[in-house]
């Protein structure tokens, strides 16, 4: 059973920066691409970003592309998400992803992932 839990989540200032972070078990972790997606209120969730097994490939939504970096860490299992100069549009219910039989690249166009977190709140105060 694969579980993910987010955390680092919370209240901060627009231009702040912020790391949220994900644990992931029950799967072969250091084999997975992992991702980043994220829902604000009345919008549809939305692709974030994602990052392939060894981390050598990384790829981002053009909202966040050059202010969020996505890193792992597979000797710990863990999967976060740095984000600087934050703007008040990021703020959103952020979720980790992963799906076994998917590569990294495909994350941001994938219908469906099979495996989720239960989110972590970022809100960015103006």
């Known amino acids: 059973q694969v579980q993910l839990g987010e955390s680092g989540g919370g209240l901060v200032q627009a231009g702040d920066s912020l790391r949220v972070s994900c644990a992931c078990s029950?799967?072969?972790?250091?084999?997975?691409?992992m991702g980043w997606f994220r829902q604000a209120p009345g919008k549809e969730r939305e692709f974030v970003a994602a990052?392939?097994?060894?981390?050598?490939?990384?790829y981002y939504a053009d909202s966040v592309k050059g202010r969020f970096t996505i890193s792992r860490d597979n000797a710990k299992n863990m999967v976060y998400l740095q984000m600087d100069s934050l703007k008040p549009e990021d703020t959103a219910v952020y979720y980790c992803?992963?799906?076994?039989?998917?590569?990294?690249?495909?994350?941001?166009?994938?219908?469906?992932?099979?495996?989720w977190g239960q989110g972590t709140q970022v809100t960015v105060s103006s």
């Open positions: 992803a992963t799906d076994l039989h998917l590569q990294a690249y495909d994350f941001a166009s994938a219908p469906r992932l099979d495996y």
């Open positions: 029950g799967h072969t972790f250091s084999n997975s691409a």
């Open positions: 990052i392939n097994w060894n981390g050598s490939r990384t």
